[in-house]
């Protein structure tokens, strides 16, 4: 069964804060990885091998997603 928006937007919530601690309630659609949450290029390699365990889908090499909201889309549209 597919996640909704929300699940897949509270599961990237939580990886986030995971990794960079920032608070589950920063982190929406709109919100950019770079400019709004300070993640570097290294950070964004560990986040996206996260993305790929707990959402089990691939991500193409050198996947670059501007705001949370084009991570979301990608697995959206690419689970099964």
Known sequence: MA???????DGLAEILNEETQVPLESVGLETRFVEDLGVDAAVLEVIARHIEQKFRVPLPDGASFTLVGDAVAHIQATQG
């Open 3 to 9: 996640l909704s928006e929300w699940e897949i937007l």
